[in-house]
Every structure is written in structure tokens, then in C-alpha cells.
């Protein structure tokens, strides 16, 4: 490697005249050597240049075209999404009117069952309560029956005779005869 440095370093002491050198003036030499290494750049890094360029072209449009169709893609899942929720929430509108429906028949089903309920007890309330007015009268009654015929007793004993006891025996038993004679 040595050896190659020193040969280009002999080069810059080779004289200029006549002969292919390196000149080390910077100030004169730099913008011939910029303009030479650009000219070369540019006439053979032209094409690899182009073809860079060329191919970054293309990757970007696929990448756009890749982008737009996945675009579409999300756009065509989105209004099917839509679509879908469209429909979910009109099933979800006629479930809620169908359930409030359905709640109010309960409610009103309720409503009739318990009135009917209660209906039914007044009735059997009231029922109780003139069965009990029945057999209150009922005890009443037998009481003053029972009063009226102990007095009835109480009356006839006192005044009662033999003689007046035999004479209603015998009315009766005629009574009786009359009434047989009748029937037969």
C-alpha cells in the first residue's frame, strides 16, 4: 500500500509541460477536476441514476395503488359495517317496541289478573258477610222462637186445667178426624 501512495506522490513532482500530471494548486485545479468528475457522473451514473429513480417511482406508485385499493377495500368495509348497523339497530327498535309491547300486555294481563283477584274476594267477602247476617237471624229467631213458645208454655201451664186440658185434646183430636175425612 506504501508503495502506491508513493507513486502517486512522485506524480505531483512530474513537470506540467507536455506531460499528464497532477497539479496540487487547489485553487486552480479544483473546478477542471469537479466539472471532469461531474461530466463522467453524470454521463455513465445517468442511467443507474435513472433507474434508481425509475424504480423508486414505481415502488411509490404501487405503494399508492396498493394504498387506494386497500382504501376502496376499507371503504367497501365500512359501509358494509354501516349497513349492518343499520340493520342491527332497526332489530334493535322493533326487539324494543316488540319487548314494550309484550311488557305492556303482561302489565295489562296483570292488572285484569289482580282486579279479578280482588274482585273475586269482595264477593267472597261479601258472600261471608251475608251468610253470617243469615245465621245471625237465623239465631235470632230461633231465640225469640224459643222465648215466645217457653212463654207460650209458661202461659198455658198456669192456666191450664185438667178439664180445660182434656176438652183441647179432644178438639184436636177431632180436628185431626175432620182432616183424615177430607183426604180420604
Excluded at 451514473?45 to 434508481?52: C, F, H, I, P, T
Excluded at 224459643?146 to 202461659?155: D, I, N, R, S, V
Excluded at 185438667?162 to 185431626?176: F, G, K, P, V, Y
Aim: proline letters at 1%.
Amino acid at each position: 500500500m506504501k508503495n502506491v501512495t508513493d507513486s502517486f506522490v512522485s506524480l505531483g513532482h512530474w513537470p506540467s509541460a507536455g506531460s499528464f500530471g497532477f497539479n496540487t494548486d487547489i485553487l486552480a485545479t479544483n473546478p477542471i477536476n469537479l466539472s471532469v468528475v461531474l461530466v463522467v457522473l453524470i454521463f455513465f451514473g445517468k442511467g443507474v441514476l435513472s433507474d434508481l429513480l425509475d424504480n423508486r417511482k414505481q415502488r411509490i406508485l404501487n405503494t399508492i395503488r396498493n394504498s387506494e385499493e386497500l382504501r376502496g377495500g376499507a371503504i367497501e368495509q365500512l359501509e358494509k359495517a354501516r349497513a349492518r348497523l343499520r340493520k342491527v339497530e332497526m332489530e334493535a327498535d322493533r326487539y324494543r317496541v316488540n319487548e314494550y309491547s309484550e311488557i305492556e300486555r303482561k302489565r295489562l294481563i296483570l292488572i285484569n289478573s289482580t282486579y279479578k283477584t280482588l274482585e273475586k274476594r269482595e264477593n267472597d267477602q261479601n258472600e261471608t258477610i251475608h251468610f253470617e247476617q243469615q245465621r245471625a237471624i237465623n239465631q235470632v229467631r230461633q231465640r225469640v222462637f224459643q222465648q215466645a213458645l217457653q212463654g207460650a208454655l209458661g202461659t198455658l201451664n198456669s192456666c191450664l186445667n185438667n178439664e180445660l186440658h182434656l176438652r183441647t185434646i179432644s178438639a184436636n183430636i177431632d180436628m185431626l178426624g175432620a182432616m183424615n175425612e177430607i183426604t180420604d
